[in-house]
């Protein structure tokens, strides 16, 4: 993990938040904020104020950042600024991670339909139009793709690594509240010195693969009282798969689907990376086909009182 500062004498902490396009960063930096009392800055916010400074609206600072790097680099400035200040706080930038280096470093994913689904539903995003969510999502995917490469580009760093944060949320069929009560726990347990798991996902966004004949017995009834008498163990980290932003579940189905029965929201898990890039005519993609089924994904929808309402494209 990364070094994160925690300052014993005087309790001073900043969070850092970033992610995919739609991952529900703001609605999540909003619950902490609450949690925490602590002061919130936004990107939105942060770039209003640079154009106050100018003289400018955002429409305006926006078109002159196009051929103007001292944009950026004031905002940048400004983010250094804020992890200069004495003083607990929430920022939720692109880049805050990187100026902000001993900041608690927190990313967000999610499945890019249900990102679309929820740009398509935010009144706030005005300047955002699509004509359908396969058009949102897809334009979404393209607009993180290109970011990722600019920020590499400008700054050297890479927003997907892993490595660079202390912790990754994934917010897929998650609610806010699930998200953020995820990141309160795992903040201060790492404050107190107990590191927990640093990748969680929802119970319900992991397609699973596999036969659910062992979802039965005397080992799965030991877990699910287990879960029922002291909650779900951090330790019971769940094997997934993350192909085109959908997860799916390669080990775990016990523990994952007694979580699911108890109702508990969030797992951590351990995420499989393969040696290279995915595609869709892959020998393992051609195995997860082999392990998965609208039949199985029924059945497991069906044990579990949900429905995934966005199923795998190569099942469609």
Not at 29 to 54: E, M, V
Not at 224 to 246: C, E, F, S, T
Not at 280 to 298: C, F, H, Q, Y
Request: hydrophobic share 40%.
């Amino acid at each position: 993990m990364p070094h994160t500062k925690n300052d014993p004498t005087t309790g001073i902490h900043k969070i850092t938040v970033t992610g995919e396009l739609g991952s529900g960063k703001s609605a999540v930096s909003r619950l902490l904020t609450q949690r925490w009392k602590w002061p919130y800055h936004s990107g939105g916010d942060i770039y209003r104020q640079i154009a106050a400074r100018r003289g400018v609206s955002a429409v305006e600072l926006s078109s002159i950042a196009q051929t103007d790097p001292s944009v950026d680099e004031e905002i940048d400035d400004l983010i250094r600024s804020l992890g200069e200040e004495s003083r607990s706080m929430i920022v939720d930038s692109r880049t805050a991670w990187h100026f902000i280096p001993g900041s608690f470093k927190l990313r967000l994913e999610v499945d890019a339909e249900l990102a679309a689904h929820r740009v398509l539903k935010d009144d706030t995003r005005a300047s955002e139009s699509y004509d359908d969510y396969h058009a949102a999502a897809q334009a979404l995917q393209i607009r993180y793709a290109s970011e990722v490469a600019r920020y590499t580009r400008a700054y050297g760093i890479d927003v997907t690594d892993d490595n660079n944060f202390d912790l990754i949320v994934d917010t897929t069929r998650a609610t806010p509240e699930d998200a953020a009560q995820t990141i309160i726990r795992c903040a201060e347990s790492l404050w107190a010195g107990r590191a927990l798991p640093r990748r969680w996902i929802p119970t319900k966004a992991a397609y699973p693969l596999g036969t659910l004949e062992r979802l039965s017995g005397e080992q799965f009834d030991h877990i699910r009282q287990a879960i029922q008498l002291r909650g779900y163990d951090p330790l019971w980290q769940v094997n997934v798969l993350r192909l085109g932003g959908k997860l799916y579940l390669v080990d775990g189905h016990r523990h994952l689907s007694a979580a699911l029965l108890a109702g508990v929201a969030m797992v951590p898990c351990i995420l499989i990376q393969p040696q290279r890039p995915l595609e869709i005519n892959d020998p393992t993609v051609a195995d997860m086909r082999e392990r998965l089924s609208m039949a199985s994904l029924k059945e497991w929808e069906d044990r579990h009182g949900f429905k995934f309402g966005v199923y795998p494209p190569f099942l469609t």
